[in-house]
């Protein structure tokens, strides 16, 4: 049987560092609330108009060049991103474009913090079945451009950063290889995170009042949200673990999305995993949405925390709600 494996990773993040103390001439917050809530020091941001296809094209190209492949061998992209440079087309076909493959397929995949998720599993499905031979994943944000510069959005304003992360999904061929994935969703919980407007649902779109109202910034239940990590994400990795018939002693590392430092802490906690076997880097990032796994994962391989024959294991939850797990052969 046809398997897939991640051939080649690379990611990206702009060279502008912003601090939480530099937070403060936008917004009454501290260092000492931000670090203390999340584990954020700093974030990465964007200077000038970028867009999430420009911050995802050194990743990709890193990524591609990890795989010891090239461009032309790109079948397919699939672009995860609540970024997406416009509303259409897909920020998918403007990677294409950037790297010079016409006719190129590209799908755009939103499913927020959980894009990587769902494009990995996607992609390892298209390779499995012979659909696709080298799937490019790209897991781009730019928030910067979107979030609320002020007191009335400083709940969200301050954990969110700019940065890529891209995958480059090949068959099998030395036991390196990606293993099952498990993926869910539930819409009831839609409004505990997102950006209203612009959108179809509303005529018009968008109105100065709405403007004035910040209802185009995103709007979070923070304490919803977090509810929800931590109650769901400790059983979805004893379900993928016990449907491959590993164990948690079996997992070298776990690489969970990095929206906030005290859920992730909390559910390796509840999972007995001791921090030498999970992965953060929201210090310096901030949530990064669906470049946050990418970034992660990558950064565990090039800091030697993950060796060729572990198993490791990725998960995430956010908006959609969605939630999501990953388990891979490295
Ligand atoms: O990747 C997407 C998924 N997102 C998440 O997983 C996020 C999950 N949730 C969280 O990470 C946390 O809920 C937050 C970090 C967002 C917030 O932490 P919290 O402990 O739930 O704080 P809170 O929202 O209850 O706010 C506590 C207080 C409030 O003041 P009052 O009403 O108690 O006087 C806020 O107004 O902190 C205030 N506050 C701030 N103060 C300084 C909110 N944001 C800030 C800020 N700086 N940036």
């Given at each position: 049987?046809?398997?897939?494996r ?10 502008r ?11 009454e ?17 964007v ?28 079948d ?36 927020q ?19 696709a031979?080298?799937v ?15 007191t009335r ?17 090949t068959e099998?061929?030395?036991?390196s290889?990606?293993l099952?994935?498990?993926?869910h ?5 839609a ?7 612009p ?13 004035e109202?910040g209802?185009?910034y ?19 990795v004893h379900?993928?673990?016990g ?32 921090p ?22 990558h ?13 490791v294991?990725?998960?995430g ?14």
């Amino acid at each position: 049987m046809r398997r897939s494996r991640i051939a080649g990773m690379g990611h990206f993040l702009p060279e502008r560092v912003v601090t939480n103390d530099d937070l403060r001439q936008w917004m009454e917050t501290s260092d000492e609330w931000i670090h203390q809530r999340s584990g954020i020091r700093e974030r990465r941001w964007v200077e000038g108009n970028v867009g999430a296809s420009e911050l995802a094209e050194p990743a990709a190209l890193q990524a591609l060049a990890e795989a010891g492949r090239t461009v032309a061998d790109v079948d397919m992209i699939l672009f995860a991103t609540l970024s997406p440079d416009l509303n259409f087309p897909g920020s998918g076909c403007l990677l294409g474009a950037r790297l010079g493959i016409p006719g190129t397929a590209a799908m755009d995949i939103r499913n927020q913090c959980t894009g990587f998720l769902y494009s990995l599993a996607t992609a390892d499905s298209m390779v499995r079945s012979g659909m696709a031979k080298c799937v490019l994943i790209a897991g781009s944000e730019v928030h910067s451009s979107g979030i609320e510069l002020s007191t009335r959005g400083r709940d969200v304003s301050v954990l969110f950063g700019d940065g890529a992360g891209c995958a480059v999904i090949t068959e099998a061929t030395d036991g390196s290889m990606l293993l099952d994935h498990e993926l869910h969703a539930d819409g009831r919980f839609a409004e505990i995170l997102m950006v209203e407007a612009p959108a179809s649902r509303m005529m018009p779109r968008l109105t100065p009042q709405m403007m004035e109202e910040g209802r185009h910034y995103p709007k979070m239940d923070g304490k919803a949200v977090f509810k929800h990590a931590v109650e769901k994400l400790p059983p979805l990795v004893h379900s993928i673990l016990g449907r491959n018939g590993f164990t948690l002693d079996d997992v070298a590392m776990l690489v969970p999305h990095q929206a906030n430092m005290r859920i992730n802490e909390l559910v390796a906690r509840h999972l007995g995993l001791g921090p030498e076997r999970v992965m953060h880097n929201i210090q310096k990032y901030g949530n990064t949405t669906a470049a946050s796994i990418p970034i992660a994962l990558h950064e565990a391989a090039q800091e030697g925390r993950i060796k060729k024959g572990d198993l490791v294991l990725l998960a995430g939850l956010g908006a959609g709600l969605t939630w999501g797990a990953s388990l891979l052969r490295w």
